[in-house]
């Protein structure tokens, strides 16, 4: 059969990549071996705005969060799934400076967005250590990913799009205008290997 992308590798990139690109009415196999570590079925999902001790806004927020939503929206309408749990996220002071500084915060419109309320220290949750107060943050959540995983790849066999096992890289061949695969034809490859891609000879 002759496809518009091989993808190998189907943890969370893989997955989302695969899916959109379906959305787009584009042929797409995915090669995957589950047995090989992944980040995704491991990992938390959790989503905030703000990271890090310093309360840093989000790489990209303003152009991924907006796309979040309306991925998981698109995912659970499409498999009749649910994926996203928005939830509010309480991040306790940890100075009278930085109780300050959001408080300023609360009136640019770049957080204000993304500030549910500030709070003071008796109305701090039990049995969080706020002496400074703290503050909820809203479009917060977490991603069920070994779920999203598993929703994606049935999504993708009820489309013939996958193959579950290791990709052979001796099996592979690179054409000018296509790549070969056991019979399997496709105008591109794309490699969502995570830490296997160490072992991929395509990349040093």
């Known amino acids: 059969m002759r496809w518009d992308y091989i993808i190998v590798g189907q943890g969370l990139a893989g997955s989302v990549l695969s899916f959109l690109l379906c959305s787009n009415n584009k042929k797409v196999l995915v090669i995957d071996d589950e047995s090989k570590p992944k980040a995704s079925t491991v990992a938390a999902g959790i989503y905030n705005p703000f990271t890090g001790r310093k309360m840093a806004k989000t790489w990209l927020l303003e152009h991924l969060f907006p796309f979040l939503e309306e991925f998981y929206k698109q995912v659970t309408l499409e498999t009749q799934t649910g994926l996203l749990h928005p939830l509010p996220m309480y991040r306790p002071f940890?100075?009278?400076?930085?109780q300050n500084e959001w408080g300023s915060k609360t009136h640019d419109p770049s957080y204000s967005h993304y500030i549910d309320h500030i709070v003071n220290e008796a109305q701090s949750p039990a049995p969080v250590h706020s002496p400074w107060g703290g503050l909820f943050l809203k479009n917060c959540g977490f991603i069920?990913?070994?779920?999203?995983?598993?929703?994606?790849?049935n999504y993708?066999?009820?489309?013939?799009?996958?193959?579950?096992?290791?990709?052979?890289y001796d099996d592979l061949i690179i054409k000018q205008d296509a790549v070969e695969y056991q019979g399997e034809v496709a105008s591109k490859i794309i490699f969502c290997e995570g830490p296997n891609l160490s072992k991929n000879p395509y990349f040093n």
């Open 144 to 153: 069920n990913l070994p779920d999203l995983i598993v929703t994606i790849k």
């Open 94 to 98: 940890l100075s009278l400076k930085e």
């Open 156 to 168: 993708l066999k009820t489309r013939n799009g996958f193959i579950e096992g290791s990709l052979n």
